[in-house]
């Protein structure tokens, strides 16, 4: 068997490994190719929908839709191809105990523009994409504060694939809800001995301590999806929560459980189990 590596003209930075079979038979191995999407200057007069507290990783984030895009979805439509959906992500302003300090309006107060991400549909794209990852016809790109191509985020764009992959019933945009405006009031925070709400970004209560035998239930009411993920001997992970989703486990050992969300790492907890 002979492999043949070419890079393509109108892909530049695609590389096509294409392995010939005896028989003539081809198969083809591509990847994602960020650079297909350009920055889409004057994103930002179409509509702000939906904005996000990052508790976790100290960021405010800001969402934006072309109003066509909006009016499609709004209208029971796809997301047009051709859509660009835009995220600014700030560095949170951070208080002297290293928190992000709250605006009245209950969002993080804004720092520096750390980076501007892109997801872009169109119809066809989704062909260069392995298919174990492929998000129907998006592609994802993310460029610096002053538009720039961002080369660290770019290297690995599978990661966006990956995030956005569990919402595939709706069309693989996490915020759909916001899109649509409907995001309000669909989950309910949870309350009683043995649950955990997952909220802006964090498991609350953080730390939960537990009788042997007791079952703790978490309910994610983010709009974002989420995944308990415990790293006891054996690494245990929930099936990914869309918000309003739950999922429980029964702790039968003594023993401390520390865990994280599987999506984003940096939200940690820990469950202590005793007689
Ligand atoms: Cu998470």
């Known amino acids: 068997m002979q ?22 038979i081809l198969i083809a191995h591509s990847q994602a190719m960020p650079d297909r999407i350009t920055f889409p200057d004057g994103f930002e007069k179409g509509v702000l929908y939906q904005t996000v507290n990052r508790a976790d990783v100290k960021q405010f984030r800001e969402l934006y839709a072309p109003k066509a895009a909006v009016d499609a979805v709004r209208a029971g439509k796809d997301v047009p191809s051709g859509t660009k959906l835009v995220m600014l992500i700030y560095a949170a302003q951070l208080d002297k105990g290293g928190n992000p300090v709250k605006g009245a309006d209950g969002n993080f107060v804004k720092g520096s523009l750390t ?34 191509p961002h080369a660290k985020f770019n290297a690995n764009t ?9 919402p595939s019933v709706q069309d693989f945009v996490i915020s759909l809800a916001g899109l649509k405006g409907t995001a309000l009031g669909a989950a309910q925070r949870p309350s009683g001995p043995g649950t955990v709400a997952i909220a802006e970004f964090l498991f609350g209560p953080e730390k939960l301590n537990v009788k042997v035998g ?13 995944q308990v993920t415990l790293q006891a001997q054996s690494e245990f992970r929930s099936p990914v929560m869309l918000k309003g989703q739950s999922t429980s486990i029964q702790f039968n050992n003594e023993g401390t459980y520390g865990y994280i969300c599987g999506l984003h790492p940096g939200m940690k907890g820990e469950i202590v189990v005793s007689r």
């Open 115 to 148: 980076a501007q991400m892109v997801m872009e549909k169109r119809s066809g794209w989704g062909a260069a994409i392995p298919a174990a990852w492929r998000n129907g016809d998006w592609e994802y790109a993310a460029f610096t504060g002053d538009k720039k």
């Open 158 to 166: 599978k990661a966006c694939f990956d995030c956005h992959l569990p």
């Open 214 to 226: 007791q079952t703790i239930t978490w309910t994610n009411i983010d709009a974002s999806p989420h």
């Open 3 to 24: 492999q043949v590596k070419k890079t393509m003209s109108k892909v530049a930075s695609a590389i096509v490994s294409v392995a010939a079979v005896a028989g003539g």
